[in-house]
DNA sequence: GTATAAAGTTAGATCAATCTAAACAATGAT
DNA sequence: ATCATTGTTTAGATTGATCTAACTTTATAC
């Protein structure tokens, strides 16, 4: 059974192979906040479990078994926040610290169970996919806010990244997932949106904002 | 913050001194299925904190410190017992093994709603006292079953241990906390104990297991 | 009271996960 | 082609939690 550490690397390593193309270990080190040659050993030891590929020098990648096992955590994370934000009232900005430590429960029966009383989500609460019980993730194919164009009338569906500032900072221009935008107006210079939503909220917000926004035409 | 080990040896110590006299290296190096060094160096390391009286070859006990710390702990095992049974549905047997997890998360929050969700219970699946946000801990006196004489009409209210095959032997035999139980007659020879419950229940107890029955004249 | 048994301690090793310092390899810029 | 920069690897140390083997102290039994 692989290690609260050794889960953890394979959550980042998976993270890394799909927001980026090669995977160096310096960016392992950095994602994890270890150093290089920590980084370094514990590669290779997955790679002795034959978690990932490793060549000396060469870029790291998980092998398919790596894949899988990294997706189970993955999913393991995910319904943790998923049940934390509909069955105990957390907010979504709470629950990743949480889930973090949660996803190293060794107990199917507990993952089985929140999937069963959420009803088999697809979703978490930042509009990630949460894989199935055999690792296969869904990928759906969405929209940057920020490749809109004036007029647009789209859902907001998902996140790119959700630090914890940045949902506080959604929070406080009462954006969520689910919600219905108008695309008003595009400052071409620099990229602000002015949109409009839930009746009479009217926001511009910044291109780096937009860029982590997801959305899907209805 | 305590470490997960740390966290398991202070609640070995604090159930052992609840329910033996003087604690030595060996029951604790037993409870936890270590040897006996590893729990030595572990309990110079606890004095080294403040948590537990040490003085070489006498026995063992926890400072108030490691009481408190030791009760705070068992604080988050019994209420994550209780959320599972009574908010996610697991049978009493089931959320020990869960629990001995779950109690080492670092996120006050989920303890704190955990218990809100729950309306602040006193008590855990299996009877036993829920600690408060303090450490303090109601402790209630239950007779045992097997202190009880024929014609008496008494609650299940409490169990003095509850192994998983115990508490599957109570399942098998229709037995639940906050049930009545009529004391239908008592064997002198071996203090086997008729008892009849639920309308048309009747079984026959051996001491044995009548001696981890705990109940409340009503 | 001494011998034996039981319980506790010390010493020394291991293993996972981490670190720093130093050496080495690949890249890419002149 | 050379060299500097960047990224990777090796070596060696540390820390927490564990072990076994050997030794010491305390308790128990004649
Ligand atoms: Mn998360
Ligand atoms: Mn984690
Ligand atoms: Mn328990
Ligand atoms: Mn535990």
């Not at 934000?85 to 979504?92: D, L, N, P, R, S």
């Not at 894989?131 to 806010?145: A, T, V």
Request: some cysteine; overall charge negative; glycine content about 6%.
């Amino acid at each position: 059974m692989a290690s609260q550490a050794e889960e953890n690397y394979l959550k980042a390593l998976f993270t890394l192979a799909s927001d980026s193309g090669e995977i160096g270990l310096s960016d392992l080190s950095e994602m994890l906040q270890v150093s290089t040659p920590t980084a370094n050993s514990m590669v290779k030891n997955l790679h002795q479990q034959g978690l990932v590929h490793y060549e000396k020098y060469k870029p790291i990648s998980l092998t398919s078994k790596g894949k899988k096992e990294a997706s189970l955590v993955i999913r393991k994370h995910r319904l943790t926040e998923m049940y934390l934000v509909e069955k105990m009232g957390f907010g979504w900005e709470k629950v990743h610290e949480i889930a973090e430590q949660v996803e190293h429960i060794k107990s199917p029966a507990l993952f089985e169970r929140m999937d069963e009383l959420l009803g088999h989500p697809k979703i978490d609460p930042h509009g990630s996919p949460i894989p199935d019980r055999n690792g296969k993730i869904e990928w759906k194919s969405y929209h940057k806010l920020s490749e809109c164009k004036p007029g647009d009338s789209i859902r907001l569906v998902a996140l790119t990244h959700s630090s914890d500032e940045f949902l506080q900072y959604l929070n406080s221009k009462r954006l969520s997932l689910g919600l219905m935008l108008q695309v008003e107006s595009v400052e071409t210079f620099d990229g602000n949106m002015a949109i409009s939503y839930l009746k009479n909220h009217r926001e511009i917000l910044s291109a780096k904002v937009c860029e982590k926004l997801l959305v899907e035409k209805e």
